[in-house]
């Protein structure tokens, strides 16, 4: 399994943005899909964006779309999640998580093998 580590929470005012970075262990990231969840006190995990080893797919949840983008670059077995114009409803904990090729269920996390520690992001109204 690939190992995750997760960066570049905090807290910010609604309308701002932030990078979060996720770097992974191994020699074989370019084969592994992709993902960000959140999850915010109370509440379930729930998906925000995908991609697929090659970039070739992104997918997102319809609350973060247009707003955050999913990226990666291989040669630095990084993963990243940009998020503009936040709001006070993204303030959660974020995951990065890692699973071996693409699936038509990337929007589940019983779909992911590995996951970060997580990193906190809080937006302030």
């Known amino acids: 399994q690939v190992q995750l580590v997760e960066s570049g929470g905090g807290l910010v005012q609604a309308g701002d943005s932030l990078r979060l970075s996720c770097a992974a262990s191994?020699?074989?990231?370019?084969?592994?899909?992709m993902a960000w969840f959140r999850q915010a006190p109370g509440k379930e995990r729930e998906f925000v964006a995908a991609i697929s080893g090659s970039s070739s797919y992104t997918y997102y949840a319809n609350s973060v779309k247009g707003r955050f983008t999913i990226s990666r670059d291989n040669a630095k077995n990084t993963v990243y999640l940009q998020m503009n114009s936040l709001k006070p409803e993204d303030t959660a904990v974020y995951y990065c998580?890692?699973?071996?090729?693409?699936?038509?269920?990337?929007?589940?996390?019983?779909?992911?093998?590995?996951w970060g520690q997580g990193t906190q992001v809080t937006v302030s109204s």
């Open positions: 191994g020699r074989t990231f370019s084969t592994y899909a």
């Open positions: 998580a890692a699973r071996i090729s693409w699936s038509p269920y990337y929007y589940s996390s019983s779909s992911y093998s590995s």
